[in-house]
């Protein structure tokens, strides 16, 4: 039988008004009962009462009770809404601690629900996702996952498969059976490729909306004093980057990140590229260069007052094959033709505007977004070994030899929603989850 445990649900940082206990497990009814002096509730109902150490009185709370089958983790779970100061609920979590609950892992809440069918992965990650959105469609998105379209489009692709698997095994284990479709190579290769088409469509839908969870990372680069750490400060309000009118101020990468329109972009701000001797400038150009690789979109930032300068000129150069747009700054001082702003001057609305055309696009209400990694690595694994497949049949292999990649790729799947044998995966998955979830 598994351990009753213990946490804090509502977070053990500050000191909240309120702070949920969260017990979950067979004798969480009678831990709990050991220190509160009210009744055990019937099902889904509210008691009243006092915790108590021995015959010290330490919190008035109200307990809620839920019986076993029908809860989250499917185990009776008890939560005691106490008094939420960290001593007080450190003090509770102590009490049920001594009398027989153990500390949760990080996650152990929502590995039981999934270990007792309550919840697949797909959901269990869903939920993990809400909890940690920085956005509101980010938030959105995961509540999507919970009425389980994800799970049945992933079902719905790995019972087809099956299906093609069963059937070449029928054909060859009993090649007199009649009834059954001969699964031909000509026939299946068809088949494979109307499969292939469907996981085409969710990985293209899915990079797509990468950027509405990981956000966009947008890097400001350009030459020294144009006005970079100025732009960061206008963009996020704040001032968060020096700003000074001696060239080459920054030196290291500043960061800081704003929702526009749909989605969270991730602004760095970077020293400024040219060419000089200076040792430790030179360390923070190569820190902005390694960022232009890692960018999604550049703003190249020019000073309007020098339009045409080798340094950028320079820079331009490095910016061959990613995406990047031209924004000339200082337009309070000279005006220019396209993107032009005045940082100093939080005039950068044409800019955002860009910005927000270049996203507006991704479409959250699309149910084939897969937004989780984990997932996604999943089928596009799967979709490989599909791919593999159908290489092997249009080289005339027979079904009976690509039958090999048709069940890697359904076994993929299956990791997907979470029919796993491997422990060790489980752990690892629900280790990044928060404790008391
Ligand atoms: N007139 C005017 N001055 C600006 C504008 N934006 C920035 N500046 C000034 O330009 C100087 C340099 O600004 P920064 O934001 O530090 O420039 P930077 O590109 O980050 O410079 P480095 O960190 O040295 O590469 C400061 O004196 C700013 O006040 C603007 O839109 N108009
Ligand atoms: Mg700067």
Known sequence: MMDTIVAISSGGITNV????????????????????????????????????????????????????????????????????GIVNTQRILGLLLSNGARLAQKGEFSKRAFLNNKIDLIKAE??????????????ELSVKKFDGQTSNLINNLQSKILKLIATIE????????DDVEI????????????????????????????????????????????????LLNAILNEEKAIVTKIPGTTRDVVEGSIQIGQVLLNFK?????????????????????????EADLIIHLIDAQNKNDKDDILIKNKLKNKKYIKVFNKNDL????????????????????????????IDLNNNKIINNTRQLSLIISSQKSIKEAIKGLENNFQPDTVIIDIQKAWEDLG???????????????????CLGK
Do not use: C
Request: aromatic share 8%.
């Open 126 to 139: 869903a939920i993990h996702d809400l909890i940690f959105a920085k956005t509101q469609e980010q938030a």
């Open 17 to 84: 008004p309120i702070s949920i206990i969260r017990i979950s497990g067979s004798k969480a009814f009678e831990i709990v009962k050991k220190i509160f002096t009210g009744k055990i509730g019937t099902n889904k109902t509210i008691t009243y009462g006092y915790i108590k150490d021995e015959k010290i009185k330490i919190d008035e709370v109200l307990v809620s009770w839920f019986f076993a089958p029908n809860t989250f983790t499917g185990e009776n779970i008890v939560e005691i809404n106490a008094h939420g």
């Open 415 to 433: 990791n997907i929603i979470g029919r796993v044998d491997n422990t060790n995966l489980l752990d690892e998955m629900f280790k990044n989850f």
């Open 183 to 230: 699964l031909t190579q000509k026939k299946l290769l068809p088949k494979l490729k109307e499969i292939l088409k469907e996981f085409d469509e969710i990985i293209y839908s899915s990079r797509s909306s990468r950027y509405i969870f990981n956000g966009i990372n947008v890097v400001i680069i350009g030459k020294p004093n144009v006005g970079k750490s100025s």
């Open 269 to 293: 701000d970077t020293a400024g590229i040219h060419s000089t001797k200076n040792l430790i400038e030179n360390i923070g150009i190569k820190k902005s260069i390694k960022q232009i690789e």
């Open 334 to 361: 000279v005006k220019s033709k396209g993107i032009s702003i005045s940082a100093k001057n939080k005039d950068i609305k044409s800019l955002i505007d860009s910005i927000k055309k270049m996203y507006k696009d």
């Open 170 to 177: 029928i054909n060859i284990d009993y090649p007199e059976y």
